[in-house]
């Protein structure tokens, strides 16, 4: 019998879905024949290929009533907010809308004896690696634009979402998208590795863990194969004297507890200017008390399990090692708190950046919240990390944030929003969150390569 990879519901620790994993001849096989039909897929006229894409995105939207409720069960998330379609159909209508401009080619210049210019063509072949937390939207950052740009995409998703690469495949080829052009295929991480290290690909799209990405790029070394990856976070809110206080507070509490903190640039620290610290703080603990914990099957819960009882129980060893180095815990165990994937979400004060929890990723729904004095001090301590994804700043002053903002290592700063995508700018960062940009122009700069044409028109 092969090897099999399971995804377990966070609900009750059952398994929800098995599926056998391709040997690596089968997938090399597979990808031979997806990199015979990518040519033909790149010479369709342009329009012809977002038409195609467009109608699996819309196929995607069909079945949203079934794909909400298997979201629920495969990684937590409750139903009450609907599933992931609408952030899903806006990135891929705007890479669609942008994809004319995007591919264009760089006129150099043209006079009776040259024409120079510059083309975008596609890679070849792209492999996606996705991530659980978010699966649909991830994965179209990169599978729309990669299709449009001319690309074979084959997509690997990750094992806690194990149907959402079946789902995505099964409508974009209902709607035309050729299977061999765009298809999910299910892995193990040493058959991807061996995939990567033997050229498979021409192109790799990682979005995981910070160790997950290192062994991605470490596969690819030597052989030319690009590798985007997007990886750990640790983004941090700051709340300046001019906020509007209550903006801020719903807005970044729910940016570290939404998803059961299980967002790629969640809020996972907030800084707050000392003389709005205590009213902050009040109003935070008044909105976190207020959550319901509970079957992410139920309308009536606003918080759900984490998706797998290892990752709530590195958040519990985080808020315990902060406890007992002298953070305070403000949050009382919930009662559906069952020492298992579901966990009570938690506020910490007291907080020092000796703690991991102020450190390292958390990816749960903790919080720590530290009073600052000053911007330099907001900016030290929001430096004062390896990772760079996003930064969420709190004021009134547009022109005193871009000056916070310049200073900060970050991939997005954000002004008075957060926890927020916009597919017309780069989705990128920095340090050990990774390197690339997905989204925008420059998403399809990544997914394409140059190619110069210096045509001399005559020769006498």
């Not at 090399?28 to 109608?55: C, F, S, T, Y």
């Not at 209550?246 to 998803?259: K, P, R, S, W, Y």
């Not at 707050?272 to 610290?277: G, H, N, P």
Request: with cysteine; net charge negative; charged share 20%.
């Amino acid at each position: 019998m092969g090897q099999t990879v399971k995804c377990i519901s966070p609900i009750d620790g059952s398994v929800f879905a098995e599926r056998d994993v391709a040997a690596f001849e089968q997938a090399r096989d597979k990808v031979a024949g997806m990199r015979a039909a990518q040519a033909e897929w790149a010479a369709r006229p342009l329009q012809e290929r977002i038409d195609l894409v467009m109608a699996g995105v819309a196929a995607v939207g069909e079945m949203n009533d079934r794909i909400v409720p298997e979201l629920a069960r495969m990684m937590g998330r409750p139903v009450r907010y609907g599933g992931e379609f609408g952030g899903f159909d806006e990135r891929a209508r705007h890479m669609a809308a942008i994809a004319k401009d995007a591919l264009a080619d760089l006129v150099v210049g043209e006079d009776a004896t040259f024409r120079r210019y510059i083309k975008r063509v596609p890679h070849g072949v792209v492999l996606v690696v996705a991530p659980w937390n978010y699966p649909y939207m991830t994965a179209i950052n990169t599978v729309a634009p990669a299709l449009i740009a001319g690309n074979a995409v084959l997509l690997k998703h990750a094992t806690q979402t194990l149907v959402v690469g079946e789902r995505m495949a099964q409508a974009f080829q209902a709607a035309g998208v050729p299977a061999e052009v765009f298809d999910n295929i299910f892995l193990d991480h040493d058959t991807t590795f061996q995939l990567i290290a033997a050229r498979t690909f021409d192109f790799v799209n990682f979005t995981g863990s910070v160790g997950g990405g290192q062994q991605m790029e470490r596969a690819a070394a030597g052989t030319f194969t690009g590798v985007a990856t997007e990886l750990g976070g640790k983004d941090p809110g700051y709340v300046m004297e001019d906020a509007d206080l209550d903006a801020a507070v719903e807005t970044l509490i729910d940016g570290a507890m939404f998803n059961s903190g299980q967002c790629c640039c969640g809020i996972e620290r907030i800084y707050v200017q000392e003389s709005l610290f205590d009213a902050f703080l009040e109003r935070a603990l008044k909105i976190v008390r207020g959550y319901k914990l509970g079957n992410p099957l139920d309308e009536a819960t606003t918080l759900g399990p984490m998706a797998h009882v290892r990752f709530a129980d590195e958040v519990r060893a985080q808020i315990a090692e902060a406890v007992a180095a002298g953070a305070t815990a403000h949050i009382d165990r919930f009662a559906e708190d069952d020492g298992g994937a579901y966990l009570t979400p938690q506020i910490l004060t007291g907080v020092t950046h000796d703690m991991g929890v102020m450190r390292d990723e958390s990816f749960g729904p903790v919080v720590g919240i530290m009073p600052v004095k000053d911007d330099a001090e907001a900016i030290a301590l929001m430096n004062d990390s390896e990772f760079g994804l996003t930064a969420s700043l709190w004021t009134g002053d547009v022109e005193r944030a871009q000056r916070v903002g310049d200073r900060i290592e970050t991939g997005t700063v954000f002004l008075n929003r957060a926890d927020y995508l916009d597919p017309g700018l780069c989705w990128t960062g920095c340090k050990n969150t990774g390197r690339g940009g997905g989204l925008s122009v420059i998403g399809y700069h990544n997914l394409t390569r140059p190619k110069s044409y210096h045509l001399k028109k005559v020769t006498t």
